[in-house]
């Protein structure tokens, strides 16, 4: 049997304000710097774990990833 091969892309839309480059790149480093989870849904969790600048001729942009996990806990019973 063959496998299909599955493509995931996600996009986050956040608006600030002001509007301004300065804030959204302060906003994520801001978010990468707590390394606080975020419950997501039910017992999943994300949290920001990378962000890379990527070179765009004159200007720069940033590229990041979010992993998303399920908090298992040995106390729980």
Sequence with gaps: MVREKKLTVCVINITT??????????????????????????????????????PLGSAVGYHGVLFRYVNISSTDA
């Design 17 to 54: 304000h002001p509007h301004s480059p300065e804030g959204y790149i302060s906003l994520f480093h801001d978010a990468f710097n707590l390394r606080k989870p975020v419950k997501y849904r039910g017992d999943q969790y994300l949290i920001l774990g990378k962000i890379n600048e990527l």
